[in-house]
């Protein structure tokens, strides 16, 4: 027979052997807003909106870009997705995208085999265990196989990790954050901070501009 001391040390080992996703880092006030930079001035916004309910974690993401070559309309992007957890295991994914018109999609549901992902720019398949949705509001989003958020595409890139910098916050503030820079499949820069929260991004746009995210 089983007493306490043993479930609490099989508990003990069983929490050791969890990846780095078992506890999930849903930021304070349950919700993450940035300001997107392209050459000093805003052109927009990226917002995450986290509801949790019990073993359950929906998480919504909203992108709305738009830049102007004078009163001209230059760039128009927009994107909303939805991600469903069941404890750490990311159970579905959806997502729509406006990419100046271009109409983009992508779905993700769990099945027996695991999460079959479907979308505009892929065949159906089943992604590896141990990949993430491209939403990067999680940390462990850095080491796994990512599933693209736009489309669908299962993307394996190269991963760095940086000594300690100091991020610029929209308010003008800044904090320290470790860097880590994504190659490969993509090239995209992140940022978390000391309580593992995602605190900034930076990437090249197709026109070669950066782009780069302030937390607000």
């Not at 609490?8 to 052997?17: E, K, R, S, V």
């Not at 027996?112 to 265990?129: I, N, Q, W």
């Not at 880590?180 to 990437?203: C, I, K, Q």
């Amino acid at each position: 027979m089983l007493c306490r001391r043993d479930i609490l040390m099989a508990g003990a080992a069983l929490a050791a052997g969890r990846n780095a996703q078992a506890a999930l880092p849903v930021p304070r006030g349950n919700g993450l807003s940035f300001r997107l930079m392209r050459h000093g001035a805003p052109i927009g916004t990226h917002t995450l909106t986290f509801r949790g309910n019990g073993d359950a974690l929906e998480v919504e993401t909203a992108v709305d870009v738009l830049v102007r070559f004078g009163p001209i309309p230059f760039v128009r992007y927009s994107h909303h997705s939805r991600e469903a957890w069941h404890g750490d295991r990311l159970v579905g994914v959806s997502s729509h995208t406006d990419r100046n018109g271009t109409k983009l999609r992508m779905a993700a549901a769990w099945t027996d085999a695991g999460l079959k992902v479907e979308g505009s720019g892929t065949r159906p398949y089943v992604a590896p265990r141990n990949a993430f949705a491209s939403t990067y509001w999680h940390k462990a989003t850095v080491f796994g196989p990512l599933i693209g958020t736009q489309n669908g595409e299962l993307m394996h890139p190269a991963v760095s990790q940086h000594p300690l910098e100091r991020v610029r916050l929209a308010s003008g503030q800044e904090i320290p954050a470790r860097r880590y820079a994504l190659s490969g499949d993509m090239d995209v820069e992140l940022w978390y901070d000391a309580n593992d929260t995602w605190a900034g991004m930076r990437f090249s746009a197709d026109d070669g501009s950066v782009i780069s995210y302030e937390r607000m």
